[in-house]
């Protein structure tokens, strides 16, 4: 709701709060300011939002529905992907390869066996070498060939899990709980979208359960069937255009009415 405003609002939030921490700079504060400078340039409000519905309803008439365009360019999805993870891998990359500690494979081991670093305990698994040099070069693999791979769809899907994976992995063992979840959730951006249109295929009821009679050619009855119609988000209702005379009329499994006055309908 007014996504712009507050878009600007939320920008400037980020810039006092997460830029004047200088006595604890979390590293996560810096992704929390990208992408709060990002939302001025993301449709975020193309599809679910109320800004969608207002806009749906207000350019709705008797002459026909208005229907809000919802594609967007892939590079929505991708550039905040390339943004914070690329870049912040690209980065880290740089400090590992200057590391001794991650040069040796130890780079996991290390951290993970500071007590005051850590809030569980992974003996189990830091005691296990092979493993731990293994996967602290897979780190170091996986954040260099991140940036230039994920871009190629055939590749997201394999990284997203390994990414998603290793900052499961953070947030279970070290006490940086918000770096590890906003990873995760800019991560979503690489599920394929065929997921999403059969989740929501899946959520919508295969059979209307009322109907909505209404005619189309008055621009108030049409303007209410805009609304429901954004609000009807699991296809609960059937929108049948008619000539009766009355406005709107509602027909359920138990009960139906009518109105048809437009008068007091528009009260």
């Known amino acids: 709701f007014f996504t712009m405003p507050m878009a600007v609002v939320n920008y400037l939030f980020s810039l006092v709060i997460f830029g004047s921490a200088h006595d604890f700079e979390y590293h996560i504060f810096y992704g929390y300011i990208l992408l709060s400078f990002l939302l001025f ?12 519905l207002i806009k749906r309803v207000k350019y709705s008439s008797g002459k026909g ?21 690329g870049l912040f891998y690209f980065d880290s990359v740089l400090f590992k390869l200057d590391s001794r500690m991650w040069l040796d494979g130890l780079g996991m081991w290390k951290p993970s066996n500071i007590p ?6 992974t003996s189990w698994l830091m005691n296990n070498e092979n493993l731990v040099i293994f996967l602290g070069y897979t780190v170091i693999i996986f954040e260099v060939v991140f940036v230039f791979t994920f871009w190629r769809k055939k590749f997201r899907l394999i990284l997203m899990l390994i990414g998603f994976g290793f900052h499961l992995g953070i947030l279970l063992e070290f006490p940086i709980p918000w770096f590890a979840l906003a990873f995760c959730v800019v991560y979503l951006l ?3 979208v065929s997921f999403w249109v059969y989740l929501s295929r899946k959520l919508k009821l295969k059979k209307a359960k009322a109907e909505i009679i209404f005619d189309a050619n008055n621009h108030v009855s049409a303007k209410m069937v805009a609304l429901l119609k954004g609000l009807d988000l699991f ?8 000539k009766d005379g009355n406005l709107f009329t509602y027909k359920s499994f138990s009960k139906e009415g009518s109105i048809s006055g437009a008068k007091g309908f528009e009260k």
Do not use: C
């Not at 365009?69 to 991708?78: D, E, H, I, P, T």
């Open 41 to 52: 340039f993301m449709p975020i409000s193309r599809h679910y939002s109320l800004d969608s």
């Open 65 to 85: 529905a208005y229907e809000p365009g919802q594609k967007v360019l892939a590079l929505n999805y991708l550039f905040p992907v390339f943004s914070l993870i």
């Open 116 to 121: 005051m670093a850590t809030w569980s305990d």
């Open 190 to 192: 690489m599920v394929p």
């Open 235 to 242: 296809g609960r209702l059937r929108m049948t255009s008619s």
